[in-house]
């Protein structure tokens, strides 16, 4: 019923920026919160930022004032703009969706920040 792809990762040096897009298909986009889980090796998977359909937005502490989540429901595409990027951030990034019953995730984007 949903797809989600995720574009725009790849290698930024310290201090960079990337903007991370998830495009959405399905035709119940608009009633689903979306949120930016990512992964680093040997970690568990974490919520980075996550925003409802009303627009409200959430950020974990490491990305606060660094990170921004947006959405557009015209597009049906969520972005991830991330700042002043750190070798901390270097992870597969998912794009996720909380759909009625389960989650939808997409495949993942690599960003990797070298030291």
């Known amino acids: 019923q949903v797809q989600l792809v995720e574009s725009g990762g790849g290698l930024v040096q310290a201090g960079g920026s990337l903007r991370l897009s998830c495009a959405a298909s399905?035709?119940?986009?608009?009633?689903?919160?979306m949120g930016w889980y990512r992964q680093a090796p040997g970690k568990q998977r974490e919520l980075v930022a996550s925003?409802?359909?009303?627009?409200?937005?959430n950020y974990t502490d490491s990305v606060k004032g660094r990170f921004t989540i947006s959405r557009d429901f015209a597009k049906n595409t969520v972005y991830l703009q991330m700042n002043s990027l750190k070798p901390e951030d270097t992870a597969v990034y998912y794009c996720?969706?909380?759909?009625?019953?389960?989650?939808?995730w997409g495949k993942g984007t690599l960003v990797t920040v070298p030291s």
């Open positions: 925003i409802t359909s009303g627009g409200s937005t």
């Open positions: 399905g035709t119940i986009f608009r009633f689903y919160a």
């Open positions: 996720n969706a909380r759909g009625r019953l389960i989650d939808y």
